[in-house]
């Protein structure tokens, strides 16, 4: 069975821009989260996606948001960017929304110049 | 306020020796604790979980022990092995399903 897979691995941006990064679970798993990672801050929690509803959301700003489509594939979509938004954006994907193991995709490195 | 925390930036120990990685939670409305590894450029693999009815969960070289009056929970590797260098985050579930993880403590298994 195949991983999470996310495209694109990396991404540079330059500020003020936006991006869009694409999260496609293991086949059969409905729900998808994401995080980010920074070397300050650790893996912080974005939000969760279940059925093609937000279930779940974490602290951070309005220029975070997300999406899931019918086939359980997810979007998640940053604007106006800032230099701290520099990270690994990381997906998970679990098979029910309280299920107690998430697997995770390899990421998408955004910098942003 | 860090709910998940690890006090242990790294950690270094001989290859065939014991690693224990500890962990540390605020919120006691945590019920399931997981242990994640990360390599380099790859994102993190499920390793372990704990439910927080109980203390102690094995698998392999892996167990977790649960102390909820501590709110501390431990990761022991035995043997250690060169291939579990890695980056290892616990992580607490909460209430609303999400993981709530710790900033990782860096673990070499020097040969």
């Known amino acids: 069975k195949a991983g999470v897979t996310q495209t694109p691995r990396y991404l540079i941006k330059t500020r003020g821009q936006q991006v869009t990064l694409s999260c496609s679970p293991i086949?059969?798993?409905?729900?998808v989260s994401w995080y980010q990672q920074t070397p300050g801050q650790g893996l912080q929690f974005l939000f969760e996606?279940?059925?093609?509803?937000?279930?779940n959301k974490g602290n951070f700003p309005g220029r975070f948001s997300g999406r899931q489509f019918s086939n359980s594939r997810s979007e998640m979509n940053v604007s106006t960017l800032e230099l701290g938004d520099s990270a690994l954006y990381l997906c998970?994907?679990?098979?029910?929304?309280?299920?107690?193991?998430?697997?995770f995709g390899p990421g998408t490195r955004l910098t942003v110049l | 306020d860090q709910q998940v925390k690890q006090n242990s930036p790294s950690l270094s120990v001989q290859e065939g020796r014991i690693s224990i990685l500890n962990c540390d939670y605020t919120?006691?409305?945590?019920?399931?604790f997981l242990w994640y590894k990360k390599y380099p450029a790859e994102g993190p693999t499920f390793l372990i979980s704990?439910?927080?009815?109980?203390d102690k969960n094995e698998d392999g070289r892996f167990t977790v022990f649960l102390n909820k009056s501590a709110k501390h929970l431990s990761l022991h590797i035995v043997p250690s092995q060169p291939g579990d260098s890695a980056v290892y985050f616990c992580?607490?579930?909460?209430?609303?399903?999400?993981?709530?993880f710790g900033k990782g403590t860096k673990l070499s298994v020097k040969p």
């Open positions: 998970a994907s679990s098979l029910l929304l309280w299920t107690d193991t998430q697997y």
């Open positions: 086949s059969g798993h409905r729900s």
């Open positions: 996606y279940f059925s093609e509803t937000q279930r």
């Open positions: 919120n006691s409305m945590f019920d399931y």
């Open positions: 704990i439910s927080s009815i109980k």
């Open positions: 992580a607490g579930r909460g209430s609303q399903g999400n993981l709530i």
